[in-house]
């Protein structure tokens, strides 16, 4: 409901300047609301398929965000990646002024999610420090150089995992099919406005009171019913396109496997070593 009531309000525009067609959407719409007035329904196959590719981009933002959280747990460092993306995004505008304002803006470009020092690292880092403090000629520090550069490799090894989940997984994945739904929505919004014209003009038939006004009425009905039928099929198209690319994000979805697949084996080797030599 929400998406017809900004279609309404596109299709009247301001008060002052609504047209006679403006004011019959208004009418027709008012009718509608108070249930006394005629509705064209989509047929099931339209509303499923609409409804499927809408709960579609429902969910992949909601993943998406949850992505994002996952991979960046710090609610600071997130929060200047984003700033970072949109600024970086900003400066290949269409718009000039955007451009400019984004050129002026003095930070690292893009996310930094694989630049800055993982925990691992720095729980490495520390140990090794302290095990350099303590002495290696002691089982702690020997222990803490050992323990220190295992966790030093992984946290180096977890920033690899990172890029290639954020490149391969996260970037392509969020950004799956977003300039299509831009197009989609404003389709489904003219879609609807068809729809409230083509009621309109049959309501506008059964209450002709001349033959005159019944002919030229009709009339109207065929043009706002040829309008209606031209703006549904392009819609129904751009609806069904989606639909069947929506499978494509799968291979995402195997991208973010592989990649922690990846990355744990290999994190559980080092352990696996790590450990070994402290056994000894």
Known sequence: MEDFGASLKEGLGTLGSMSVKGFDRAKQFSQEKMGSAVKTEYDQDYMALSG???????????????????LQPNVGARLEDM?????????GSNNQNIRELASKIPIRKGSAIDKRQSYSEILGATMKQGGIEIGDSTQAGQSLLEVGTTFEKIGMLEREYLSDVYSKFFKPFSNHLQVEWGTITTEKRRLDLARLDLDAAKSKVRGARTPEAMQQNEQKVRECQAAFDRQYEQTKILLTDADRKSAEFTVYLEELIRSQKDFHEQAHKMLEDAYSKMKK
């Open 52 to 70: 499927r590719v809408e709960s579609t981009r429902t969910w992949i933002n909601s993943t998406s965000n949850a992505a994002r959280n996952f």
């Open 83 to 91: 700033f970072n993306e949109k600024v970086t995004a900003a400066e």
